[in-house]
């Protein structure tokens, strides 16, 4: 890569080089000079040429022109013509704008006077004024200030506004004075020297100009050919300036841009000097002296992947195959542990490049082969050496053992140096490095997504203690599994969660596996030191739900590709979700989930919440206002005795000298005429009692405060109530087959969120975590429950292709009538608005162990059918207003249960996610509402027989 931007850049030059000299034999180099000499040909011949004589001939026109000429309106009707009068002033005002007024003396001026709007003359310019004003403009003149001798600073004197004159400046502040004049003098005359050099050169590299009423004309430079070679002039369609310029380097900007979550571009660290620098020589030199031990420089334009070279899947062959191939047991047996103690060796006679003809070559032998190749021995050591030598023969010996045919002349001294020079010429000439090392040394977040292999699996045995028969404390030993993760430059430990740990047991985890990660964290200890310093003590942490198998020849390293997990793949256990994919399918009201002080839970929809809301503040203000009672009582001051009053000459006496506040409040306090007490005072001592006063209000009322909020905690009168609401998702990339859904729980949202989100859309969603209490062992296709983490979870919405397999899995919402349910599948969530005939009594039963409040209702709607409906964990506001008989009530969310056949009524009931109300803003529900309420006014017949059904089957013989 090097070699090939030090090419691209000799080029541009050359280039540059032919467009400074352009071929004056070449019609299109012509046209450029002939474009751009303009501004040096005489403005007066240009003018004659472009417009023609008559132009000038037209200025040069005498006076009888202008009599017999006039002016008409535009209906062709001639105007009066100009006076003799009034042409003659218009003359004179001409001529006084002409040269000869700067020709006048000084005399001419004494003529001319100011008048005001009435035309009244004011009087006259005195001669001293006059002189005044030609003394202040001779004293501007640049030109004379220069000149200025320095005897006039020494008689000039500064002066006030009353005329007062100000000391005389001395002789150090006139030096020091001229010094900084005479210093941006040249500094101003440096920078715009500067500044005509940069413009020459911006025009004579970057810009071109536009011809008039022509299309521009811009040269490209030919990368491809030699120098020597002429630029070619194509015409470009020309891009609105204002000056009419175009900027050939407009379009580099745009690959500074760098997606939030693709891990940034890696930086090439050699110099990579401009041509304006003035050490660029220098530089580049230094550069070049650096020796190198590997060309990086490909001679393939296009990157291959190994499964394009290879003919089999790895480990296809047995291991007597392998032997058969030439393998040796030793090349079979290596593992990265293993690997590092490994030494080549050579038959006697059998000389090696770089290899020393040794019989033994090892890292130390490796280290040697590398310092006499060329490497800095203050770059490298033996740790360096060791770390690499090890990946190197284990990641050769797996593709020999994988991939016989292919690789098994690999296995030799010279392909492991070459490897070492590859690494020494890429991390320590180049300055790259491997993600691992980025991580570790803190310059990179380990949540990217990146493919890592796994070198080892390490088994840990843990020790817990728990009571055993007889209250005696025994200990059970708990093996779990620790990885290490390489990328083949370096390595760390990483822990692993429950499904992983199990993926390890069934053997679908194994040593070599590729597996694609993201969402990590470092655990253990800070980064920020060397990757080969590392201690077994820092760890990645792993969750199962961001960790995947990767493909076995998928690059390691950083991915740029952001992974989207699938809703079938998740664990319910597996913790942190990087991304998913989704579908809305239904979002469900904001839910308000209150915890009781006994623990149980209610989840209240929004009326609900604010009916619930202004009860207890109804009893949370009469409890307030009874612990202030309780307080003042507590806190009441002392009563005693009062003197006698002060009298007056008293007082003033012994408030006269006192600038205390608080010694003021404690004479206040034992006063018995205050008015009198506040008339001796003065206005500074009553601004300090009045302070005072204010101050002591203050911190008894935040006393106060404090002391009724702790007894309100003890006395449990906060509410502990959290807002959410669900989604019901499914995979946006998904079959009819391998169909899953997902409940998402949004924790704590706020009121944009819940706008953004809508049915029917597509939307990315990053940042989740698997909701607890779930049982690991469901089935993939059962639905999952997710949960929003707060402040951390993105919702993104995305293009939806119409063709798309997903679209089929949404319905829009409508309002089902109720013969039209039995068609329906079971426990299907409908939406109906129904008219109320009878309320059943109040029943307790039991919900997920707890006890609840059930309701059941009798209902018809406009097609006159029944229904029952079975509504539990009753709260008082639907008890006390909506369960109301002959109430028109909307019910979303509800779950179709059964129909019984031999009383001809569908069965309903709700659920969490089931929203009750009597009136609705979306239009759906608002028309059928107004159907159902004019069916029932049409059909009053058909409604009390309705009414009379559902009386005879609340009776108790049914």
Request: charged share 25%; with cysteine.
């Amino acid at each position: 890569m090097l070699s090939t931007f030090e090419t691209s850049e000799s080029s541009l030059d050359s280039n540059k080089r032919n467009y400074d000299k352009p071929d004056t034999k070449s019609s299109n180099d012509n046209l450029f000079h002939e474009h751009s000499e303009i501004s040096s040909v005489d403005s007066d011949d240009f003018l004659k040429r472009k417009f023609g004589d008559n132009r000038f001939a037209m200025s040069s026109c005498n006076n009888n022109v202008t009599k017999n000429s006039g002016f008409s309106t535009a209906g062709s009707r001639s105007i009066i013509a100009v006076s003799e009068d009034s042409l003659i002033k218009a003359r004179k005002s001409l001529d006084d704008n002409t040269n000869a007024m700067l020709k006048c003396n000084d005399n001419e001026l004494k003529s001319f006077g100011f008048s005001t709007g009435n035309g009244r003359n004011l009087p006259s310019i005195s001669e001293t004024s006059l002189n005044k004003a030609r003394k202040s403009f001779d004293d501007i003149t640049f030109s004379k200030s220069i000149r200025r001798d320095n005897n006039v600073l020494k008689d000039s004197r500064f002066s006030t506004a009353n005329g007062h004159s100000i000391e005389k400046i001395s002789d150090v502040s006139l030096k020091r004075a001229r010094k900084i004049l005479d210093g941006d003098l040249r500094q101003g005359s440096i920078l715009q020297e500067k500044l005509q050099s940069n413009i020459i050169d911006l025009c004579d590299s970057e810009l071109t100009f536009n011809a008039v009423d022509k299309r521009m004309t811009t040269i490209i430079l030919d990368k491809n050919k030699s120098s020597n070679s002429k630029s070619r002039l194509k015409e470009t369609p020309l891009i609105h300036s204002r000056l009419g310029l175009k900027n050939k380097k407009a379009k580099i900007s745009s690959k500074n841009i760098v997606h939030p979550l693709h891990p940034n571009k890696r930086r090439r660290l050699h110099p990579n000097v401009s041509r304006e620098s003035h050490n660029s020589q220098s530089k580049i030199s230094e550069y070049n002296s650096i020796k190198k031990l590997f060309d990086l420089k490909s001679p393939l334009k296009k990157r291959f992947r190994l499964k394009d070279f290879v003919s089999n899947y790895p480990l296809d062959f047995s291991i007597s195959y392998i032997q058969e191939l030439g393998i040796s047991e030793e090349v079979i047996n290596i593992t990265s542990k293993n690997a590092i103690t490994y030494r080549f060796t050579w038959p006697e006679g059998k000389s090696q490049e770089n290899t020393r003809r040794l019989s033994v070559w090892g890292p130390d032998e490796a280290l040697s082969c590398l310092i006499e190749s060329g490497a800095n021995s203050d770059l490298i050591n033996e740790n360096w050496v060791c770390n690499h030598y090890q990946w190197i023969v284990w990641k050769i010996a797996s593709m020999v053992r994988s991939f016989p045919h292919e690789f098994r002349n690999w296995w030799n001294p010279k392909k492991v140096l070459d490897q070492l020079q590859y690494r020494y010429e890429r991390e320590i000439n180049n300055a790259h490095r491997s993600a691992l090392k980025m991580i570790i040394e803190g310059d990179a977040a380990a949540s990217m997504p990146m493919i890592l292999c796994v070198s080892d699996i390490i088994k840990e045995d843990t020790s817990h203690v728990t009571p055993g028969e007889n209250n005696v404390k025994g200990n059970i030993c708990k093996i779990t599994y620790i990885l290490e993760l390489t990328d083949m430059w370096y390595k760390i430990r990483a822990d692993i969660d429950l499904p992983l740990q199990r993926a390890i047991i069934k053997s679908k985890l194994q040593i070599g596996c590729k597996v694609e990660i993201c969402g990590a964290k470092i655990v253990g200890g800070p980064v920020g030191i060397p990757a080969l310093e590392v201690s077994n003590s820092i760890r990645l942490k792993l969750s199962a739900n961001s960790t995947k198998l990767a493909h076995w020849d998928a690059k390691l390293g950083f991915n740029r590709v952001c992974p989207y997990a699938t809703l079938r793949s998740l664990c319910p256990d597996g913790g942190y979700i990087f991304a998913i994919d989704i579908l809305v399918l239904r979002k469900y009201p904001i839910t308000f989930r209150e915890t009781m002080i006994d623990g149980t839970i209610i989840n209240r929809n929004e009326q609900e919440e604010e009916y619930a809301k202004s009860k207890h503040d109804v009893r949370l203000n009469i409890k307030i206002q009874s612990l202030i009672n309780e307080y003042e009582i507590l806190h009441k001051p002392n009563t005693h005795n009062k003197s006698k009053g002060i009298s007056k000459k008293q007082t003033i006496q012994d408030t006269s000298k006192i600038t205390s506040g608080e010694q003021l409040y404690e004479i206040m306090q034992d006063c018995l005429e205050l008015s009198k007490f506040w008339q001796d005072l003065s206005s500074e001592q009553s601004e300090w009692l009045q302070n005072y006063i204010q101050k002591k209000e203050q911190e008894k009322a935040s006393h106060m405060n404090e002391w009724v909020y702790d007894n309100l905690e003890k006395l449990n009168y906060t509410r502990k109530v959290i807002p959410y609401f669900k989604v019901r998702v499914c995979d946006y990339n998904t079959s009819t087959i391998n169909r899953r859904e997902g409940i998402i729980n949004v924790w704590q949202p706020d009121e944009l969120l819940f706008n953004t989100i809508k049915e029917g859309r597509r939307y990315k969603v990053y940042s989740l975590t698997s909701a607890n209490n779930q049982n690991y062992q469901m089935t993939s296709l059962s639905p999952i429950r997710l949960s929003s983490m707060k402040g951390s979870t993105i919702w993104k919405e995305e293009f939806m292709n119409t063709n798309n397999n997903a679209l089929s899995f949404y319905s829009s919402r409508t309002i089902s009538h109720l013969d039209e349910l039995q068609r329906q599948d079971l426990n299907i969530e409908v939406d109906v608005v129904v008219y109320i005939l009878v309320v059943g009594d109040l029943s307790i039963g039991q919900r997920f162990g707890k006890s609840v409040k059930i309701q059941s209702l009798l209902v018809t709607d406009n097609s006159g059918r029944l229904a029952q409906i079975e509504i539990k964990n009753i709260s008082t506001y639907m008890e006390d207003i909506l369960l109301k008989p002959k109430n028109v009530l909307i019910l979303l969310n509800l779950q179709y249960r059964a129909y019984d056949p031999k009383y001809g009524i569908y069965i309903l009931s709700t659920c969490d996610n089931t929203e009750i109300k009597i009136s609705s803003r979306e239009e759906y529900t608002r028309q059928a509402k107004g159907n159902l309420e004019q069916w029932i006014k049409n059909n009053s017949d058909l409604v009390n027989k309705c009414e009379a059904k559902a009386i005879e089957l609340c009776r108790p013989y049914y």
